[in-house]
């Protein structure tokens, strides 16, 4: 089966297509000719998958899924949250976000956080969603290079390294998206 993919972001192609391989032929927007900008404009992660995802069917009318994915922190009320791409404003690095973070946490001891993925999926024109969430907590400082957004100074649960110290086989077990895109295997095995 395919799905199109409906994200610009190339990590998360890589990502996705590591978990669903087995399952699915993941296809990106290059790939049907999309290089619209894909408007995420709601208040939830939920809101934008789903926008994310309704934008692709009603213009190709494919099969289709996408991933909203915000970084939750505790002692920040949730922020960035669903604001997680433009933290640091429009047109910002990954780098200028995890700068703004690291100032927002100065000599803040409560370091709890959390990375959220929700996926939305349309098949045949019906939407299903998936929610994939890990704990961790924001480090002071960048450990590593792999991964990318805020991945060098998040320190999932019960574990030593960053996301961005890990390889991405390892990350995927344990990831917010990789858990997500395991419940959307589990609904594709079931109602295909
Ligand atoms: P699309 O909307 O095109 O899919 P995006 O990068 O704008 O790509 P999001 O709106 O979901 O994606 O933004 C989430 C931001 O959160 C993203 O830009 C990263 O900075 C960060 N992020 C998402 N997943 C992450 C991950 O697995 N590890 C670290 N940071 C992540």
Redesign the pocket.
């Known amino acids: 089966m395919k799905l199109i993919f ?4 190339k ?2 192609v890589e ?1 996705i297509n590591q978990v669903l391989q087995s399952v699915v032929q993941v296809m990106s927007l290059d790939a049907i000719g999309c290089f619209d900008e ?1 408007p ?1 404009t709601q208040a939830t ?1 939920e809101g ?1 998958a789903s926008q ?1 995802s309704h934008f692709i069917y009603d213009k190709y009318h494919v099969d289709c899924f ?6 939750e922190v505790f002692a920040l009320d949730g922020a ?1 949250g669903v604001y ?4 640091a404003g429009e047109g910002c690095t ?1 780098d200028d ?1 995890i700068k703004k973070l690291l100032a927002a946490m100065q000599g803040i001891e409560n370091r709890e956080a959390r ?1 959220r ?1 929700v996926i939305s999926l349309i098949l045949e024109g019906k939407e299903y969603q998936f929610e994939g969430v890990v704990e961790g907590t924001i480090l002071t400082e960048e450990r590593g290079v792999e ?5 060098p100074v ?1 320190l999932p649960k019960g574990y030593d390294k960053t ?1 961005a110290e890990m390889p991405l086989s390892l ?1 995927n077990t344990i ?3 990789g858990l997500a895109a395991e419940k959307l295997i589990v609904f594709l095995k079931t109602h295909l």
């Open positions: 409906a994200t610009h972001n990590h998360k990502e894909i995420e992660i934008n994310k996408a991933d909203d994915t915000g970084l960035p997680s791409a433009r933290y990954f976000n990375f993925t991964g990318f957004g805020y991945d998040f996301f990350k990831s917010h998206r």
